[in-house]
């Protein structure tokens, strides 16, 4: 599938700026993953039903990406929020397929993934604004 390999050359070029610390490199091409893949979400949930769960997959792991290049940013306010909305979009999408469709595993699964990302980076962020609080003198 066509949109898969676009996907990928733009994660494995996200990925060497991720490595290099090029964090704005990296945003660009995971967001542009992303955006790929949105783009043709709906249709081939609707007609390609065989690929529709590895798309799920693809799509959850270019959010996952892009939200640790936030993370790393020391923008994670930003990478929650993008988690979230994904998680929000993905029970959408669960509620309007069938339980036997193939893309509703893959949903469930990979909504676990980020539900359990968001909460870590909510975690580390819950932490570093307790350390960084008021010091009270006595």
Partial sequence: ME??????????????????????????????SILL??????????????QAGEVIICLSI??????ETYHRQNRVNCGISL??????????L?????SDHPAAIALLREACKLRQLMFMHKSIEDQATSI???????
Avoid: C
């Fill in 3 to 32: 949109l898969i390999q676009n996907w990928k050359v733009l994660q494995r070029m996200g990925n060497y700026e991720f490595e290099q610390g090029q964090w704005q490199n990296a945003n660009h091409y995971y967001m542009n």
């Fill in 83 to 92: 988690l979230s909305r994904t998680l929000h979009h993905f029970q959408q």
């Fill in 62 to 67: 270019a959010v996952q990406n892009l939200s």
């Fill in 94 to 98: 669960q509620n309007t397929l069938s």
């Fill in 37 to 50: 893949l949105r783009e043709h979400l709906s249709d081939i949930l609707k007609h390609q039903h065989e």
């Fill in 132 to 138: 960084g609080g008021p010091i009270l003198s006595s």
